[in-house]
């Protein structure tokens, strides 16, 4: 029975045809998807706290509207990302007491510091330009709600990348000592960017499987070589200079090379021991214990509302 | 931890007059009134909508997929329901 399910299940991968919450469902696609959704759906929740450091010194109203427009969209995408993740039969609180209690992780992204503007300026570009390449393809990720969720937070990316590269822009044709700034950003944001695609495909045990499912459609390797592709012409227009002496253009592949990943530091982050895992995660804890008091005052006042309602329609 | 979590809250979006409701995913609020703005938060910053539905997750009701093939057996087979059904002359063009 179990094995003729899977089969059904396969096929309907292959063919394309979605998944949706009630559906059959292998064990293991479930906890698969679940792990996935709610680690991304913790990095956008995450990812407002190096942003949110520069909302109150963003150095015009402009840049301090799109910045607190731009941390607004991620915890609206940790929503849409909560929500999916739900379908799948884990409850929101206990999504969160998997994050508070580092059992579940985040993008390692969020764990190093934003030093100045100019990584405002970084982050939009680099971070949200690497999340935009691993997004679109799961958009058409076989299981329905991820799917649509993620057409949703694709469609408002656009607008935080754009405006983090404008920030560069303007840095750049400003004083020697503005671009400075913006290249120092760029050394300090450039590898960890290209580590967000995750380890190298030799080392990525799950992702054969994640790719049969149709979760995944493109290897870690294949978009993060697509990520620099775009974005090494990116920087030249800019005019700087990307961290790599090793960054050549292979007319003979089509595609530039690029030098050796510091696979070390990324498992040291991963693990733990990055700059500010430690913060991050004190700031995620503090809200939620902080913010508890409202919660409960907010279903007693509910309960309170419903109760008053039900006394005046016996009343009646 | 709470003790109990917000109710979650299934969200119905018209894009605008003229349109129907669509699902467009749901939210958890402890009441009606933050169910209708939390909605409005997530789901319509950029002017999605110009009216929203709430329901409560746990009223809405929806039939077995597993069971999904013989709920929509009865209309497999009627094919005489679409205009392509019937044959009729090369000269009558658009009927």
Redesign the interface.
Known sequence: MEVKLEQQFQEKIDQEIRI?P???MPEKYRKTLLRQISQHAHSEIVGMLPEGNWITRAPNLRRKVALL?KV??EA?HG??LY??A?TLGM???EM??ELHSGRAKYSSIFNYPTLTWADMGAIGWLVDGAAIMNQVPLCRASYGPYA??MV?VCK?ESFHQRQGYEIMLTLCNGTEAQKAMAQDALNRWWWPSIMMFGPNDDNSPNSAQSMKWKIKRFSNDELRQKFIDVTVPQAELLGLTIPDKDLKWNAEKGHYDFGAINWDEFMNVVAGNGPCNKQRLKARVDAWENG?WV??A??A??KK??ERKNKQIEAA | ??????P?WEVFIRAKQGLNHKHV????A??VD?AIENAR??YT??MEGVSIWVVESKYVH?N???EQDALFEPANDKIYRHPTFYVLPEELNHM
């Open positions: 949706e009630r559906d059959w427009a607004q969209d609206g929503l849409y929500s999916a739900e409850s929101r609180d969160l007491e649509r969720a949703r408002e508890a919660r409960e907010a279903m006042h509910a509302r419903e | 931890m709470t003790k109990q979590e917000w979650l995913g749901s939210i958890h402890a009441d933050m938060d997530v910053r950029r929806a077995e997929p597993s």
